[in-house]
């Protein structure tokens, strides 16, 4: 065993608060939802009972109609804002009232396999969990069936302030009832964060959404911000894909259809955002209608879900090496030489483990497994050099963000191992 192997191991027991991992001391000191989906696949490698915990303990969030909360405030914290002061949520623990990528059941199909036949009744309480929040996906966030799902907050990407936001965001008013007591410039350098602008206008939307009571339908009807995204709903469709994939082993044939339905759906949908112009795919503002046509990471995303056709798949695999020349990490979230791109700061440039995991595995999917395995090498040897940072300047390759960061260690130990 290697150090770093064991240092990152170390870092998950230390983010330890009692069956669940925060994703750094301070800057997030409770439960994120897909934060935890992938340490739950960093845990399986070595410890499977840890694992479940991880995911039991998140859906210990899940709310009466399904939604699995991007925040579990399991326990008080006065490092961060917004608390659950802010939300004003009903749930039974205080939660956030927003989701998160749902890696939840790729994770479970992972750790259901490391565990083997004998955890059969452990993975079917979060088989179940998961069904119902993939359920609530295509009810609450595509009533129209479009197969796409749509994010109502720019953090239910976990993108938080990708550049593919702006434009929707710009409409959002800078207003709010609830002061905004930022926390986060506390801890990481203001540089790195998005700005006091952005929050103003992500805690309006918590604002509105909260005045909704959380309601599903009313918060649809009264939305600022409605993108119908790509990143989002191919994570949903692998998911689904895994999600089928257990419906059937635990022997849930009539499920199993109806998951397949949703795939089917959502793969068509998907397909029909390629743009070939720009040799990757597009997520569309619900509000505007138009085409978000932002240069992010967000654009390739899709291959994780999909089989596609080799003149596509090849063609997106030259977009991505066009981005990624000379860069010292890959892959960037924002396409070098835009005017947004910021190679320091959250979500407008850098690069990021997790995300590199899923390309990494959508590229395999596709055939191109060389690209993957330089993407692979370029995120281990960026952790090797500058330890377990939330994410990488591409340039510079300096460990940036938070520190002893989570879900790098897992992003770590999956892509040490040599991925799946
Ligand atoms: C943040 O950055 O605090 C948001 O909660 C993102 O999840």
Redo the contacts with the bound molecule.
């Keep these: 065993m290697t150090d770093h192997i064991q240092e990152a191991r170390r870092i998950l027991a230390v983010n330890d608060r009692g069956g669940y991992t925060v994703p750094t001391d301070r800057l ?1 000191p409770f439960q ?1 939802n897909w934060d935890s989906a992938f340490v739950a696949m960093g845990f399986a490698l070595y410890d499977v009972d840890r694992a479940y915990r991880e995911l039991e303990r998140l859906a210990e969030g899940q709310w009466a109609d399904g939604m699995i909360p ?2 579990v405030f399991h326990q008080p914290s006065d490092t ?1 804002f917004p608390g659950p002061s802010v939300w004003r949520t009903k749930h039974g623990i205080p939660t956030s009232g927003i989701t ?1 990528p749902p890696v939840f059941a790729i994770a479970l199909r992972q750790v259901h396999d490391a565990a083997g036949e004998g955890a059969r009744e452990r993975t079917l309480a979060l088989y179940l969990a998961a069904l119902k929040w993939h359920r609530w996906w295509y009810a609450a966030r595509d009533p129209e069936g479009t197969g796409l799902v749509a994010l109502l907050h720019p ?1 239910e990407s976990g993108s ?1 302030n990708s550049p593919a936001w702006d434009a929707a965001m710009a409409r959002v008013p800078t207003t709010t009832t609830t002061p905004v007591v930022r926390k ?1 410039i506390g801890h990481v350098h203001a540089d790195m964060r998005p700005r006091d602008e952005d929050y103003r206008r992500f805690i309006h939307l918590v604002d509105t959404y909260a005045d909704c009571g959380w309601n599903p339908a009313e918060q649809w009807a009264r939305a600022p911000f409605k993108v119908a995204e790509i990143q989002t709903t191919a994570i949903l469709l692998k998911a689904g894909e895994d999600l089928e994939h257990l419906a059937r082993l635990l022997g849930r044939t009539e499920e199993a259809e109806e998951i397949a339905a949703f795939n089917a759906l959502s793969r068509k949908a998907i397909l029909g955002q390629w743009r070939p112009a720009l040799s990757r795919f597009v997520s569309r503002d619900l509000v505007s209608g138009a085409d978000i046509e932002a240069a992010t990471q967000a654009g390739f995303l899709p291959l994780l879900a999909l089989d596609l056709e080799a003149a596509m798949a090849s063609a997106a695999v030259a977009e991505m090496r066009r981005w990624s020349a000379g860069l010292k990490v890959a892959f960037p979230t924002t396409k070098p030489g835009l005017a947004a791109y910021e190679p320091k700061r959250y979500w407008r440039g850098p690069a990021w483990g997790i995300i590199n995991w899923l390309l990494i595995e959508g590229l395999r999917r596709n055939g191109e497994g060389a690209f993957a395995e330089e993407l692979r090498g370029s995120t281990l040897s960026a952790i090797e050099r500058e330890g377990f940072a939330e994410y990488f300047d591409p340039e510079t390759g300096e460990g940036c963000g938070g520190l002893g960061f989570s879900w790098t260690a897992a992003a770590y130990l999956w892509l040490k191992r040599g991925g799946r």
Excluded: E
């Design positions: 997030y994120w991007h925040i961060y998160q953090w938080d986060d």
